[in-house]
């Protein structure tokens, strides 16, 4: 009797517990596509998909949604492609059906650049009663696949955020114009992100988007970075609203000759040959914001918000890419993008 009257208090609990919030793998709202790239020598394309199948009727739309698309396309610095010389956005909105995948060539839905576009992508749902209203409607799921001059592929997940108002709620509570991640109209975006390995020789990319203080302003990024013997580095980079580069143009300690020739190594990882011997170096790393700032030095967080992936690169035909590992501790300052 005292097990069942245990039973069935758990089990009250679990109902009147609160339903458990987006954890990188559920669908959303608002979804964050950390890397785009259009042009000729680039083939990207993306697919969104709306899991909602209530049928549509004569006088309701169902589960159905507008999706607001929102590329947002830098503008290329040559004396420091981690700062681009600006963001800019061009918009899209697309009707999605219920039970709708809707997938687009990049090349042709966003901007024409003769030298092609490059950046991040913001989708969001929209009431399709009203325009330009973004709402409650966690249903939405995406991926992208980028193929690159070199033939290199990888396909990525979308980073989903889910609305915290009531489903067909606006979310739009501070009347901004802006999607915020602040806890009350989105969820936070994570406090860290994790690189969870590296191969120094790998030619491997980091793509990051920072989602705080608009286009001109610069975050301060720190990395903590452990070789495959766990011996502990780290660095410092400041990057604009986005880059995706090399990890050995983040910092010199990725690449292969530093790890090899100014670290202790374990000999045993990455053993290529099965000899006994390890041959290539590894490591991981964790990255956090120390701070984004405006032009003129004036703060606008200590901590600021960001999002990425781990991509092939421009050119090399090693085919990988993934969304980084992220911390349970969130922080509510991020916008998705505020011109």
């Known amino acids: 009797m005292k097990c069942l009257k245990l039973l069935s208090i ?27 790239r259009s042009g000729s020598t680039f083939v990207t394309i993306v ?21 607001h698309y929102e ?47 490059e950046g991040y992508l913001v989708v969001s749902a929209q009431n399709p009663s009203l325009f330009d209203t973004p ?5 939405l799921m995406g991926s992208e696949l980028v193929v690159n001059a070199s033939g290199g592929m990888y396909c990525v997940n979308a980073i989903p955020f889910r609305a915290i108002v009531s489903p067909g709620a606006p979310t739009d509570l501070n ?3 802006a999607l915020n991640f602040d806890g009350l109209e989105y969820e936070g975006i994570p406090d ?5 390995s590296f191969i120094a020789l790998a030619e491997s990319q980091l793509a990051l988007c920072s989602l705080s203080g608009g ?25 604009g609203c986005w880059f995706d580069q090399p990890l050995t143009a983040v910092s010199p300690l990725f690449a292969e000759s530093f790890l090899k020739n100014n670290t202790p190594h374990d000999p045993n990882e990455l053993d290529l040959t099965c000899s006994g011997v390890g041959g290539i170096e590894t490591g991981w790393a964790r990255i956090e914001s120390l701070g984004v700032f ?27 890419g993934h969304n980084l590992w992220e911390s349970d501790a969130l922080q509510f300052n991020g916008v998705a993008f505020q011109p």
Request: aromatic share 10%.
């Open 10 to 36: 758990a089990l009250v609990a679990l109902a009147l517990a609160p339903a458990a919030l987006a954890d990188g793998r559920k669908p959303g709202s608002v979804l964050v596509f950390p890397v785009h």
């Open 47 to 67: 697919s969104v998909t709306n899991t909602n199948t209530l049928p549509m009727t004569p006088v309701s739309f169902g589960g159905a949604t507008t999706v």
């Open 71 to 117: 590329y947002v396309n830098t503008v290329h610095n040559p004396a420091d492609p981690q700062i681009p010389l600006n963001c800019v956005i061009f918009d899209r909105y697309e009707f999605l059906t219920p039970a709708d995948t809707f997938s687009v060539l990049t090349t042709c839905h966003n901007a024409v650049s003769m030298t092609g576009q």
């Open 135 to 139: 709402w409650s409607f966690n249903f």
């Open 175 to 177: 009347g901004n114009g």
């Open 192 to 196: 860290v992100l994790y690189i969870d």
């Open 215 to 239: 286009p001109m302003a610069t975050n301060t990024l720190y990395f903590d970075v452990w070789n495959d013997n766990e011996f502990p580095l780290s660095t410092t980079k400041i990057m």
């Open 294 to 320: 405006l032009p003129g030095g004036i703060m606008v967080s200590s901590d600021g918000p960001v999002l990425g992936c781990i991509t092939a690169g421009l050119a090399t035909v090693i085919d990988g």
